[in-house]
């Protein structure tokens, strides 16, 4: 009688803990070592940058490239290469130009559902009528949201005010356009759609699949949820099975499944990382729903209360510390004349080779960011340690 065979089990997929997910993380994120690649390359590998504030993208781009100088992201924005757009989870992003184009039809869905939260503000308002309106009125000149909120309601005098400005921005891929986010300049908010600032239409709405590969190429390996996360979409699922044959699989340590590009760098978990200054709502922070491969879980939260958020210190890979510039506590602390100091509060224990580590990356980033504005005034930049103190009290 011929012996029974039997097939072998399928194996499980390897574990990756916190650690090394960060690393995989930090080298899609150029946070290993910097990069030589220009700052329009890498605004398009890292899916845009975060930008409710005008200055983040440039730290973002500083922790990143080798020798990046402000002024280059900056020639961008004024040559149209980039923009400044709600795109990912309803905030402002930069984003290439191609992107701004693409990008926007995929989280048209998340603009919609955001839509809805406000009818009860808008009713009597014909959203396609409001969308041939606004767009009239935006393209026309750049209008400040005042502006047309002040237009919309002469059209619709029985809405409510901010329910109309939400509507403007849903309806419409509006962009922030220049002075606004130029290095060392400032202007206020004034907007046009992103098909009359670059001067051709929008791409047809793509199917998130490319996009999947794109976003495990910057914050991989990473599971459905965690690009749900990150792209304030939902339904995503499909996508990830349709690309299962090329992907490769891992779980975590609670047992999610994890995809990844099967070329894509994964670090040694005990490779060396530099301390990195990130600002306020960097996408590695922000870039997946369990984030503790960047953030241990001790220290969830205490880098923001809301939407009032600090600016980051990795140290060893994971978050260590909160900066600012200037002195908390005094008229100089984050404004004008502050530049020089950054304060840096530990959330717990640094060694001394870490805070002389700390300090010495400071210091770069000041050389770079916050330049003594006289040529022949020597420089005052200095970091200074203090305990953690919550900078919002």
């Given at each position: 009688?011929?012996a ?5 089990a399928?194996a499980s ?8 997910l960060?690393?995989?993380t930090l080298a ?9 690649m220009?700052?329009k390359?890498?605004?398009?590998h890292?899916?845009?940058?975060q930008?409710?504030?005008?200055k983040?993208p440039?730290?973002?781009?500083f922790?990143r490239?080798?020798g ?10 004024e040559?149209?290469e980039?923009v ?21 039809p995929?989280?048209q869905?998340a603009?919609?559902?955001e ?5 009860n503000?808008l009713?009597g308002?014909?959203p396609d009528?409001?969308?041939?309106l606004?767009?009239?009125l935006?393209?026309?000149r ?5 502006e047309?909120?002040e237009a919309l ?5 029985d809405?409510d ?9 849903c ?5 922030q ?17 992103a ?7 929008a ?11 794109r976003?495990?190429g910057?914050?991989g390996?990473a599971?459905?949820?965690d ?11 499909e ?15 609670n047992?999610?499944e ?11 978990a ?9 600002p306020?709502?960097d ?12 953030i ?16 980051t210190v990795?140290?060893?890979?994971f ?5 600012r510039?200037g002195?908390?506590g ?23 080779a ?9 210091l770069r ?8 504005m006289?040529p022949?005034?020597?420089p005052?930049?200095d970091?200074?340690?203090a305990?953690f103190i919550?900078?919002g009290?």
């Amino acid at each position: 009688m011929a012996a029974k065979t039997h097939s072998a089990a399928p194996a499980s997929p390897p574990v990756l803990p916190p650690r090394a997910l960060g690393r995989a993380t930090l080298a899609r994120q150029l946070l290993l070592r910097r990069s030589p690649m220009s700052a329009k390359d890498a605004v398009g590998h890292l899916v845009g940058l975060q930008a409710q504030n005008t200055k983040p993208p440039y730290h973002q781009l500083f922790a990143r490239l080798e020798g990046f100088d402000p002024a280059e992201l900056s020639g961008l924005m004024e040559s149209r290469e980039v923009v400044r757009i709600v795109t990912l989870r309803s905030t402002i992003h930069t984003h290439t130009a191609d992107d701004a184009l693409t990008l926007r039809p995929l989280v048209q869905p998340a603009r919609d559902r955001e839509l809805k939260m406000f009818r009860n503000g808008l009713v009597g308002v014909d959203p396609d009528r409001l969308a041939a309106l606004g767009r009239e009125l935006v393209e026309a000149r750049p209008r400040t949201p005042k502006e047309i909120r002040e237009a919309l309601l002469a059209e619709w005098p029985d809405a409510d005010p901010q329910a109309l400005t939400v509507a403007a921005r849903c309806v419409l891929p509006l962009v922030q356009v220049t002075p606004r986010g130029l290095w060392g300049r400032s202007g206020q908010v004034a907007l046009t759609t992103a098909e009359h600032w670059l001067g051709r239409p929008a791409e047809p709405t793509p199917t998130p699949d490319a996009t999947v590969l794109r976003y495990l190429g910057a914050f991989g390996p990473a599971s459905v949820k965690d690009m749900q996360t990150w792209a304030g979409l939902t339904r995503l699922r499909e996508a990830f099975e349709r690309l299962r044959p090329q992907l490769t699989t891992f779980r975590d340590e609670n047992g999610v499944e994890l995809f990844d590009l099967p070329d894509a760098p994964r670090p040694d978990a005990d490779t060396p990382a530099p301390p990195r200054f990130l600002p306020e709502f960097d996408n590695v922070l922000l870039g997946h729903a369990d984030r503790t491969r960047v953030i241990p879980p001790q220290y969830r939260g205490r880098n923001g209360n809301g939407n009032q958020a600090y600016g980051t210190v990795l140290v060893d890979g994971f978050l260590a510390a909160i900066w600012r510039f200037g002195v908390p506590g005094t008229k100089s602390g984050g404004k004008s004349g502050g530049e020089g100091i950054v304060t840096v509060q530990a959330l717990g224990k640094l060694s001394r080779a870490e805070r002389d580590a700390v300090t010495e990356e400071g210091l770069r980033m000041l050389a770079t960011m916050a330049p003594t504005m006289a040529p022949t005034q020597a420089p005052t930049h200095d970091i200074r340690f203090a305990p953690f103190i919550d900078f919002g009290q």
